[in-house]
């Protein structure tokens, strides 16, 4: 195809928006939603086991990339950012060169950990014995040189974690001196439909830590399915959007989903060139546990609302970090107020409604009778898939 004949960035995710809404409005008019090809039991040992949740952070979180981060969230030479949900305590820092790097965020001397604000000097000093480094992770200040000679400075560098930013994602591989990271070959066929969203150009507008006393999974799981809509939230999403009907496509191991919009049904019967314009992109859930809600505001501006749900300290325990994003095209002059309302009106759904019901579930999966099984029904075909995907990897590493 010649340059010319090219579309920009902003056609395709308009076509691949205006794709979803019609499989989404099909699904609304004939009231139907996406089917697997049946329920499947879930064994609860999946959200309680403990030698399980070990080995989901050791396969999941630590070998294997996780999105941390938009660029947005550290975007300037100085800026620092500390990662501690993946297990070992992670520093990115950007260099005045701008390139983001990775290290254990540990001093080479006696492993304190080095940076706990995240100014934005260009040097990091260890308030243990005062070694001091650059953004580089070289060591540049060391007091009391005459008690190490022998030793190569170089060699006392902060030790290296693999990061990558792909436009506008910030992945990390939580494993010191590990593998790079090939971001493209981790997103497979959902690399295309991220890159058109353009994250490099976003910049957060709020963020929120929000706890659950639920496996990671349990609370992901409630991103993925509609079925609860009406019932779990009867005033908020449930009046929003339509329950138990979706669309689903798998890129790989990851989904792009589309929820009905209540809005749609104004004019989901007439011909399509008469629908209004809208940015409705649905769910871009990215494999393990991020999810990107590429959604419009009351006014029809657009947000980016991205949630990254991470293991806590115990099988039951979870951290969900929750940022609101202005998308680059929507950068005016224009107060955050929007924005920062739509992100208020998510988290306290999210913590009061889904964590709520999640931390009970999990309470009780706890306690569940001997040969309990919990079922995923054909309609809530995004977790089996995703669950399938999780198997399959611990499968394999256990074969290894
Ligand atoms: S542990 Fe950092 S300077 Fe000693
Ligand atoms: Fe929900």
Not at 38 to 58: L, Q, T
Not at 77 to 82: A, E, H, S, T
Not at 357 to 380: K, T
Request: aromatic content about 8%; some cysteine; charged content about 25%.
């Amino acid at each position: 195809m010649a340059e010319a004949d090219t579309p920009s960035m902003e056609e395709l995710r308009r076509r691949s928006h205006q794709d979803l809404r019609r499989r989404t409005i099909a699904h609304m008019q004939a009231r139907t939603t996406d089917l697997s090809d049946g329920p499947r039991r879930i064994d609860p040992a999946v959200y309680v086991d403990p030698r399980r949740f070990e080995e989901e952070k050791r396969e999941l979180f630590r070998k294997r990339p996780v999105c941390v981060a938009l660029t947005g969230d550290i975007p300037n030479p100085g800026d620092k950012m500390l990662v501690d949900a993946l297990g070992p305590a992670i520093l990115l820092t950007r260099g005045k060169d701008g390139v983001l790097r990775g290290f254990l965020n540990m001093c080479p001397h006696r492993a304190a950990r080095l940076v706990n604000e995240c100014d934005a000097r260009s040097r990091m000093t260890c308030r243990f014995h005062g070694w001091t480094f650059n953004l580089e992770g070289e060591l540049i200040g060391l007091p009391g040189k005459e008690g190490f000679a022998g030793i190569d400075k170089a060699e006392l560098g902060l030790i290296p974690v693999p990061v990558a930013e792909w436009h506008g994602m910030i992945f990390v591989r939580a494993a010191p001196n590990g593998d790079p990271i090939d971001v493209e070959e981790w997103l497979g066929p959902m690399a295309g439909e991220l890159a058109h969203l353009e994250l490099a150009a976003a910049r957060p507008v709020k963020s929120s830590m929000i706890p659950a006393g639920a496996n990671w999974k349990y609370a992901f799981d409630t991103y993925g399915e509609s079925y609860h809509f009406a019932t779990l939230h009867p005033t908020t999403i449930g009046s929003l959007a339509f329950s138990n009907t979706m669309t689903h496509r798998s890129h790989g191991r990851h989904f792009r989903i589309g929820f009905p919009r209540a809005d749609f049904i104004d004019y989901g019967d007439k011909p399509e060139d008469q629908w209004p314009p809208s940015d409705y992109g649905g769910l871009y859930m990215v494999f393990p546990a991020m999810v990107i809600n590429v959604n419009t505001l009351p006014d029809g501006g657009m947000f980016y609302g991205i949630s990254r749900v991470f293991p806590g300290e115990t099988p039951d325990q979870c951290v969900t970090l929750m940022t609101t994003y202005r998308p680059g095209h929507e950068l005016d002059g224009r107060p955050d107020d929007a924005w920062a309302a739509m992100h208020d009106f998510i988290e306290k759904v999210v913590r009061t409604e889904d964590y709520s019901v999640s931390a009970e579930g999990q309470r009780n999966l706890a306690h569940a009778p001997e040969g309990f099984r919990m079922v995923f029904g054909a309609n809530e075909a995004v977790l089996q898939k995703q669950h399938a995907e999780i198997d399959r990897i611990l499968a394999q590493s256990n074969e290894s």
